[in-house]
C-alpha cells in the first residue's frame, strides 16, 4: 500500500506539470480517437452493406449508365429474390455546399431492399402513391428543417433542369451506422421527364441492387449475370454491395491513409512530451532514489516507483481524452452534418485509445526507470550538494 | 550485546579504494588497517578530500572496495551481490545524512516508516516502531508533518528516528550537524551519545565539526587517504 | 541590455534530451502543418496548370464539371465559328470538340480500380493546349483505336506503358504515346481520337468544346454571345478557372481537416514547451536571482526566457521543414470529389509554406514559453538568491 501511496504523491508533486501533461495526453487520445472515427466513417457505407446484396454496375465506369431491359434478365438468374435499381441523381440543393446523396430509385422494390430504413406504414404509402415524392434520412430532415408535405427544390446537374419534389417520408436507420443523411425519389418521375426531353437518355439505369436468397450465392451469381452481358453493348460488373462500397473508399484510400499516419504521429508527438515531464521529473530525484538505495531498497521497487506515476499519469489523461471523445464526436458529427453518417465511436476504438496511454506510458518511463534503477548511490547522494 | 563484545563492529586490512577519473586513477584510500570494537562512538575527521566519507560508504556498505579486506560485525562484504548488500545495509545499519534526505512527500512518521517496509513487520507493528522511535526523538507531536513544515533540527531527528527504528546494530553519520544551528547541532549530538551509551549502538561519524568530534569517544584523522590516529587517540 | 542569445542558446544545448524531445514534437507539429498546406499547393499548381487563361470551355449550362455536359456537334459547330476564336495556322478556327468519360482502371500494385479520364479530342488540342506534348512514341493516328496515356496514368495504373493494350468498350486500345503536361491535370488523363471514342461508347454529342481565344478579355464577349444564341443552352468558362474550381472541393477538404489536425497537435506541442519552459525556470531560479542582483531588469529576463522558447520553436519548426521539404520527390493521387476522376499531384513547397510554417514553429514556442517567462520575471530577488 505504501508504493501507490508513494506514486501518487510524487505525481501530484508538481501540480501544474503533471497537469499539463495529463492535459496534453487526453488532447492526443482524443484527437486519435476522432481521427479513427473519421476513418471508421468512411468505411461505414461498407460496414452497413448487406450480405444478401449484390450491386451490377457498367464495367466500363459508373458513369455509363446500363439498359433498363437488363432487369428482366438478371431476375431470371437462379438465386435472385428480387431486383431494383437506382440513378445517382447528382443536382444541387439551393447552393453546392449543400451535399448529401440524392438517388432516383425505382421506389417500391428499393424499400423492400433496404428494412434498416425504418419507414412508417402511413409515409410509405403517401410516397408510394405520390410521383413527385420523395423519402429522406432522419438526420437529413434534422439538418434542413425539413417537414412532411414540404415541396424541396432540386437545379439539375446530371439531368438538367428544375426539379420540384414533396417530402412523403423521413426514415430512421434501425442500426447506428445505417445512413440517416440520403435523398431519395422515384425513378418513374426521372425517367418520364427524360422521355419528354432526352429521349435518348431515357430506360437507363446507374446501377442495379439485387437481394439474393443466400448470401453464399453470390460468387456463382455475379459470375452469371456478367457472363450474361459479356460482349453485349453494356458489359456488366457484379459485385457484393461491400466490395461496391469499399470501391469508393479506396478512391480517396491515399487521403485514409494521410490520417492514419496522421493519427500515429500524435501518439508519438505526446510520447515525447511525456518521455520529457518523467525525464525531468526523474532527474529531480535521483538524490531521493540514491537515498531510498541506501536504506535499501533494491532497483525493482525504484523501477515500479518510477514506472508507476508514469503510467498513472498517462492512464490519468487516456482516461480523460477517452471519455471526451464521445461528446466531441457528437459535436463533430453535428458540425459536418450529412457528410459523414454512423459518426460512431466503436468500443475497439476506445479500448485502443486507452492502450496508447498505457503504451505512452510505460515508453515514456522506461528510459527514467532504468536510470533510477542504475543510479550508484555515491552520485546520487553527491547530485544532492 | 554479547555477542557484539566479541566480534568487533568493523575490521579492515590494507583497505584500499581508488576511483576513475577519465583514464586516471585516483586514489582515495591507501590501505587502511583498522578495527572498530562494537559499542564504539567514532569520529572520522581529517580535511575535505581526506577520504573520510569515502571510508564511511565502504562501512555502510554504499560502495565497494578496490582490495583489501572489510568486515562489518563479522561479515565480509565484498561477497554480498548487490541485492543481498540492500537487504544487509536495511538490517544492519542506520543512516544519517547531512541534508537529513527525507523524502519530501511523506510525512515524519511515514518517512520514519520507510525502512520497516522491507522486514515482515505487519502494518500495525510497522506503526507503532515508527511511533516509538518518533517519540524517542521528541516529535511524537509533529507525526503527520512534512519535511518542509519542520526545522532543520527537526528534520534531522526525523532522520534518527527513521535510523534506528530498524534497530540495527551500526549507525553511520555523514556530518549529521553540517547544516544545523548550535543549538540544533547539540540536540542532536545528545541524541547520538545516548543511542551509544544506553542502547549500546556502534556510531561512525564523519565530521568537520571539532566540537561535534569532542563527543566521540574515539577520533580517528584521515589525510590523504591515509590514517594518523591523533594524540588524544585510542 | 538584452541578454545575449548565446546566453540563450547554450541553455539549450544544456539540457540536449529536454531540447530535442520538446522540439521534436513541434517538429512533427510543423510537418503536418507543412505537409498539409503543400499538398494544397501542389493542387492547386496542377489544376491551375493545366487551364490556359486565354482557353474558354463550354459546357452545357449547370453542368458542373465536363463528364455532365453534353453538347451536339450542331452546337460544336456554331461554338467553333464565332469571331471570338483564333485561327490556327491552316486557317481553320482553333476548336476542339472533346468527349470526357470516366473508366474505371486497376492500380498499379494494389490492383483496386480507380476513375480514369479519358478525353476524346480532336488533333487541333495541342495547338490549342500548349502545355501538353508527346514525350514518349507518337500520336495517335486519325480514325484507329490509338491512346496516348499521360505521365501519372502510365506511373500509377497497371498496363497503361507504351505499346500495352487496353480493353474497354468492346475494343482493344494500344498505347503509343506517353503525354507530358508538366504535373498538370491532363498527366492523369488518357487521351485518344475523340471521333474513335464516341463511337465507341455510342455517345452523339460531345461533352464540351473547347476553343482558343483570339486575346483573352475576349471572352466576355464570347460568353455574351453565345448564352443570348437561342439555339444553345451552354456556358462559357475560361478554361483556367473551370480548373481552379474543380480543385475547390479538395482543397477546402485539405485545408479543413489539415487546420484541424495542426492545430489540436500544436496544442500537445506547446504544452510540451510549457513542461519544458516551466523546469528551465525552476531549475533556474538561483540563476535568475544572480542575473537580478548583477543588475538585469524583470523584462530582459522575460525576454531571455521567451526567447529561448521562441527559438526552441524555431529549431523544431525549422527541422518539421526540412522533413517536409523532403516530401517534394513523392507524389499523391487520389480521388478529386467534384470530377470523380483520379488526380495526381505533387507537394510543393513555396517560399510562403516555408515562411508560415517557421513562423508557426515559432508561434508554438511563444505561446509554450510566456507564462513560464512571467512566472520567471516575477520571481522575488532575495528568495530567489536564497534557493542556490
Request: with cysteine; aromatic share 8%; proline share 3%.
Amino acid at each position: 500500500m505504501y508504493l501507490p501511496r508513494l506514486i501518487l504523491r510524487n505525481a501530484l508533486r508538481h501540480r501544474l506539470r503533471t497537469g499539463l501533461t495529463v492535459l496534453g495526453l487526453a488532447i492526443a487520445v482524443l484527437a486519435f480517437g476522432l481521427l479513427r472515427t473519421v476513418v471508421d466513417a468512411w468505411y461505414a457505407g461498407a460496414d452497413a452493406a448487406s450480405a444478401t446484396h449484390l450491386v451490377t454496375r457498367n464495367a466500363i465506369s459508373l458513369v455509363f449508365p446500363l439498359p433498363l431491359t437488363h432487369r428482366e434478365r438478371i431476375r431470371r438468374v437462379a438465386g435472385v429474390r428480387k431486383v431494383s435499381y437506382s440513378n445517382w441523381f447528382g443536382g444541387v440543393y439551393i447552393t453546392e455546399r449543400n451535399f448529401f446523396p440524392r438517388f432516383a430509385v425505382d421506389a417500391g422494390t428499393y424499400l423492400d431492399l433496404y428494412p434498416d430504413y425504418l419507414l412508417p406504414a402511413a409515409e410509405r404509402k403517401a410516397f408510394l402513391l405520390d410521383r413527385r415524392g420523395a423519402v429522406v434520412g432522419r438526420k437529413l430532415a434534422q439538418t434542413y428543417g425539413w417537414r412532411l408535405g414540404q415541396s424541396i427544390p432540386l437545379r439539375g446537374t446530371i439531368y438538367p433542369g428544375s426539379w420540384e419534389f414533396v417530402l412523403r417520408g423521413i426514415y430512421d436507420g434501425r442500426q447506428p451506422n445505417t445512413d440517416e443523411g440520403i435523398f431519395l425519389f422515384h425513378w418513374d418521375y426521372l425517367n418520364e421527364t427524360l422521355r419528354r426531353n432526352a429521349p435518348r437518355r431515357a430506360d437507363q439505369v446507374g446501377v442495379f441492387v439485387l437481394d439474393l436468397m443466400h448470401a453464399e450465392d453470390a460468387a456463382r451469381v455475379s459470375g452469371e449475370i456478367d457472363a450474361l452481358f459479356k460482349s453485349s453493348l453494356a458489359e456488366t460488373l457484379t459485385e457484393t454491395e461491400k466490395a461496391f462500397q469499399l470501391g469508393f473508399v479506396s478512391m480517396i484510400d491515399t487521403i485514409v491513409l494521410a490520417v492514419q499516419v496522421v493519427s500515429l504521429m500524435v501518439v508519438v508527438i505526446v510520447l515525447f512530451v511525456m518521455a520529457n515531464t518523467m525525464g525531468m521529473a526523474a532527474g529531480e530525484r535521483l538524490p531521493e532514489y540514491a537515498t531510498l538505495k541506501a536504506l535499501g531498497f533494491r532497483p525493482g521497487f525504484l523501477a515500479l516507483l518510477v514506472l508507476g506515476e508514469s503510467v498513472l499519469i498517462a492512464l490519468l489523461g487516456g482516461l480523460a481524452g477517452t471519455a471526451l471523445t464521445l461528446p466531441a464526436a457528437a459535436a463533430f458529427s453535428a458540425q459536418t452534418g450529412t457528410l459523414f453518417h454512423g459518426f460512431a465511436v466503436s468500443h475497439t476504438t476506445m479500448v485502443l485509445q486507452l492502450l496508447i496511454a498505457l503504451g505512452v506510458g510505460v515508453l515514456a518511463g522506461l528510459p527514467p526507470c532504468l536510470r533510477a534503477a542504475r543510479i550508484s548511490i555515491i552520485a546520487g547522494l553527491a547530485s544532492l550538494n | 550485546m554479547q555477542e557484539a563484545s566479541e566480534v568487533p563492529a568493523v575490521r579492515m586490512q590494507q583497505l584500499r579504494k581508488s576511483y576513475h577519473r577519465g583514464n586516471q586513477e585516483v586514489p582515495v584510500l591507501n590501505g587502511i588497517d583498522l578495527v572498530i570494537e562494537a559499542g564504539a562512538f567514532v569520529a572520522l575527521v581529517g580535511p575535505s578530500g581526506s577520504g573520510k566519507s569515502t571510508l564511511l560508504n565502504l562501512i555502510a556498505g554504499l560502495d565497494q572496495p578496490s582490495g583489501g579486506d572489510l568486515e562489518v560485525f563479522g561479515q565480509e562484504l565484498s561477497v554480498l551481490s548487490e541485492g543481498a548488500l540492500a537487504r544487509w545495509r536495511a538490517s544492519h545499519v542506520g543512516f544519517i545524512f547531512q541534508f537529513y534526505n527525507l523524502l519530501p512527500v511523506l510525512n515524519a512518521l511515514e518517512n520514519v516508516e520507510l525502512p520497516l517496509l522491507l522486514t515482515g513487520l505487519s502494518r500495525r507493528e510497522r506503526r507503532e516502531h515508527a511511533l516509538a522511535a518518533l517519540s524517542m526523538v521528541g516529535l511524537s507531536d509533529r507525526l503527520t508533518h512534512y519535511p518542509s513544515q519542520l526545522s532543520g533540527g527537526q528534520q534531522q531527528r526525523v532522520a534518527i528516528a527513521r535510523a534506528v527504528v530498524t534497530d540495527p546494530l551500526l549507525l553511520v553519520a555523514d556530518e549529521p550537524t553540517g547544516d544545523l544551528d548550535r543549538a540544533s547541532a547539540e540536540e542532536v549530538l545528545a541524541m547520538l551519545e545516548e543511542l551509544n551509551e544506553a542502547l549500546g549502538k556502534t556510531i561512525i561519524m564523519v565530521t568537520h565539526d571539532n566540537r561535534a568530534a569532542q563527543r566521540a569517544r574515539r577520533r580517528i584523522h584521515l589525510d590523504k587517504g591515509e590514517l594518523r590516529e591523533g594524540a588524544d587517540g585510542v | 541590455m538584452a541578454l545575449p542569445l548565446t546566453y540563450i542558446a547554450r541553455n539549450l544545448v544544456a539540457r540536449r534530451l529536454t531540447t530535442a524531445l520538446t522540439a521534436g514534437g513541434m517538429a512533427l507539429v510543423v510537418y503536418v502543418f507543412a505537409v498539409m498546406l503543400m499538398l494544397d499547393e501542389g493542387l492547386h499548381q496542377a489544376l491551375v496548370q493545366t487551364g490556359a487563361a486565354d482557353n474558354a470551355l463550354v459546357t452545357r449550362r449547370s453542368s458542373e464539371t465536363e463528364i455532365q455536359s453534353a453538347v451536339s456537334r450542331q452546337d460544336a459547330a456554331v461554338i467553333a465559328s464565332q469571331p471570338e476564336v483564333a485561327l490556327g495556322p491552316d486557317g481553320r478556327r482553333l476548336a476542339s470538340g472533346e468527349v470526357v468519360v470516366l473508366i474505371s482502371l486497376p492500380r498499379q500494385g494494389s490492383g483496386k480500380p480507380a476513375n480514369v479520364v479519358i478525353r476524346g479530342v480532336s488533333p487541333d488540342a495541342f495547338l490549342i493546349r500548349r502545355g501538353v506534348r508527346v514525350v514518349h512514341g507518337r500520336i495517335f493516328r486519325a480514325g484507329s483505336a490509338e491512346i496516348l496515356a499521360g505521365a501519372a496514368v502510365a506511373r500509377q495504373f497497371a498496363g497503361t506503358a507504351l505499346g500495352a493494350h487496353l480493353r474497354f468498350a468492346q475494343r482493344e486500345w494500344t498505347v503509343v504515346g506517353e503525354l507530358d503536361a508538366h504535373g498538370s491535370a491532363f498527366d492523369s488523363e488518357i487521351w485518344g481520337d475523340a471521333q474513335q471514342l464516341m463511337q465507341a461508347f455510342r455517345r452523339s454529342a460531345y461533352s464540351a468544346v473547347v476553343v482558343k481565344l483570339v486575346a483573352e478579355p475576349r471572352l466576355e464577349s464570347l460568353r455574351a454571345r453565345l448564352e443570348s444564341d437561342p439555339r444553345l443552352t451552354v456556358e462559357a468558362r475560361r478554361e483556367s478557372e473551370y480548373y481552379e474550381g474543380q480543385s475547390r472541393l479538395l482543397s477546402r477538404f485539405i485545408l479543413i481537416l489539415g487546420t484541424t489536425i495542426s492545430l489540436v497537435f500544436s496544442a500537445g506541442a506547446i504544452i510540451g514547451a510549457m513542461v519544458t519552459m516551466y523546469s528551465a525556470v525552476a531549475k533556474r531560479t538561483a540563476e535568475i536571482g544572480t542575473l537580478r542582483a548583477l543588475g538585469f531588469r524583470r523584462r530582459e529576463i522575460l525576454g531571455a526566457f521567451v526567447g529561448e522558447s521562441a527559438l526552441l520553436g524555431f529549431v523544431g519548426g525549422a527541422f518539421g521543414l526540412l522533413a517536409a521539404s523532403a516530401m517534394q520527390s513523392l507524389s499523391f493521387s487520389t480521388m478529386n470529389f467534384q470530377s470523380f476522376a483520379e488526380i495526381s499531384f505533387g507537394f510543393v513547397l513555396s517560399p510562403r509554406i516555408a515562411l508560415l510554417s517557421l513562423a508557426f514553429g515559432v508561434l508554438m514556442g511563444l505561446l509554450g514559453g510566456t507564462l513560464p517567462a512571467l512566472h520567471a520575471a516575477r520571481l522575488d530577488i532575495v528568495a530567489s538568491l536564497r534557493k542556490v
